[in-house]
């Protein structure tokens, strides 16, 4: 089990960046697989980004392909998505999750995840 702590979020215009941070506690950071994932209002929950446990490789929602970066730092046990050329249609709540043992095809899987975070607001104004 680990504990998920998102931050980073809050309110900026339309074509500006945030980086939201995942700092996780609990051992054994390495071994999970991350995800994030975001719930606008009215809306089902959308898978962002992934990074996959040691080897890192990455995968996105095709909505955010090219404008999203996810990373990871072992070291301070803390994932990272940044996000550029923000506009309205990003607005949400953004989660980050962790799963042990996830196999690629399941990565954007909320379901797959047995560990969240509380979320963070992100508000792109237009």
């Known amino acids: 089990q680990v504990h998920l702590t998102e931050s980073g979020g809050g309110l900026v215009q339309t074509g500006g960046s945030l980086r939201l941070s995942c700092t996780s506690s609990?051992?054994?950071?390495?071994?999970?697989?991350f995800g994030w994932f975001r719930r606008a209002p009215g809306k089902e929950r959308e898978f962002v980004a992934a990074?996959?446990?040691?080897?890192?490789?990455?995968y996105y929602g095709d909505s955010v392909k090219g404008r999203f970066t996810i990373s990871r730092d072992n070291a301070k046990s803390t994932v990272y998505l940044q996000m550029t050329t923000l506009t309205p249609e990003d607005t949400a709540v953004y989660y980050c999750?962790?799963?042990?043992?996830?196999?690629?095809?399941?990565?954007?899987?909320?379901?797959?995840?047995?560990?969240w975070g509380q979320g963070t607001q992100v508000t792109v104004s237009s």
């Open positions: 999750a962790a799963g042990m043992g996830l196999i690629t095809s399941s990565l954007g899987n909320g379901d797959a995840y047995a560990n």
């Open positions: 609990g051992d054994s950071f390495r071994s999970y697989s």
């Open positions: 990074i996959k446990r040691y080897g890192g490789s990455t």
